[in-house]
């Protein structure tokens, strides 16, 4: 594959960091723009470009588009705090749909027609049927949700009208990290399950709760599909060779198809660490679904994606590591 160069939005938060490293892996010049209200800059190695800066200042944005003589665009940079969703949604519509409309518009005065979206599979809702396949309805139940669909019409639209090609990834439970443990996971407020159970067992949480015992599932827990996220960026990656054509419209569910319940993560943590983890058993959240699980085989098909971490206590491995010489994060 001839190298690209490929500006990562958002290419210091979580997902974005690791596909910066996938992508100068696989042989293609990354550029980082990041506004880092989350994202850290620690995240990013020193010979990678990087651009601090707000995606919806279009001027800023096309200045780094052509100087960096850009080919394609990554978007990681949405808000993804379900609940400050709802409270806030307005923030949320600004940040997740407004400001890649302004990122779209000058990627096409600048001549750059390949974009590649980090979606949810929070555009599903709750779905009917398991798993969940790329043609299960999507019917979103929060603002969060509902403004990455929106953006996934907008990208169609845009499609169809100015031949943008593009990719929409819409992944479960993003987890791990970076195997040699260089990079990983430091959000604020923290509310992934794998780095909480994990800060738990190291003692820096009083506890874990789990919400919900009573679900009609094996262990009376919820279930989720866990992915790796050096799984995800590989996908993304593999995408780029197959947006050639004006117009290409693309979208592909990532998991690993197993889903996992919450206590199974609790004792794969307890089992990788050596350490007990606190628990305190509490009442269901609403709008928690019992199970949520991905079809992800039209990607592992078309995309010739390959899953490197099938199993759960291979991916609290790699968090294990990360958590464990970095205790309190990022340059703390």
């Known amino acids: 594959m001839p190298t690209v160069n490929v500006l990562v939005v958002g ?52 200045k780094v588009l052509q100087g960096e003589e850009i080919e394609l665009v990554m978007h990681f940079a949405a808000f993804a705090y379900v609940g400050e969703s709802v409270e806030n949604p307005l923030k949320y519509y600004e940040n997740n749909l407004a400001k890649p409309i302004t990122l779209l518009k000058t990627m096409l005065e600048c001549r750059v027609g390949k974009f590649i979206l980090s979606s949810t599979c929070a555009t599903y809702g709750t779905p009917a049927e398991l798993p969940i396949v790329e043609e299960t309805p999507q019917r979103p139940i929060n603002p969060y949700g509902q403004s990455k669909l929106d953006l996934e019409n907008v990208l169609k639209a845009t499609a169809e009208a100015h031949g943008l090609s593009f990719a929409a990834f819409r992944y479960f439970n993003a987890s791990g990290t970076a195997e040699d443990g260089t990079i990983g996971e430091d959000h604020d407020p923290e509310t992934h399950l794998i780095p909480l159970v994990i800060q738990a067992a190291m003692g820096q949480r009083e506890d874990i709760t789990i919400f919900g015992t009573d679900y009609p599932t094996p262990d009376g827990t919820c279930l989720r599909d866990y992915v790796h996220v050096d799984d995800l ?100």
């Open 11 to 62: 290419g210091a938060g979580y997902i974005g960091s690791h596909c910066v490293r996938q992508l100068s892996a696989a042989g293609h010049r990354p550029v980082v723009l990041d506004n880092l209200v989350f994202g850290h800059r620690e995240a990013v190695a020193g010979e990678i470009p990087f651009y601090e800066g707000d995606l919806g200042d279009a001027t800023f944005v096309a």
């Open 233 to 332: 960026s590989r996908a993304h990656i593999a995408a780029i060779p197959h947006l050639g054509k004006p117009g290409q419209q693309l979208f592909y569910n990532l998991g690993t198809g197993k889903p996992n319940s919450v206590r199974e993560v609790i004792d794969t943590v307890e089992k990788v660490s050596g350490l007990k983890v606190p628990v305190r058993e509490g009442p269901r959240r609403p709008g928690d679904p019992p199970s949520l699980y991905a079809d992800s085989s039209k990607a592992q098909k078309e995309l010739d994606w390959k899953i490197h971490y099938p199993d759960l206590e291979s991916i609290i491995a790699t968090a294990w590591n990360w958590h464990q010489s970095h205790p309190k994060g990022y340059s703390k």
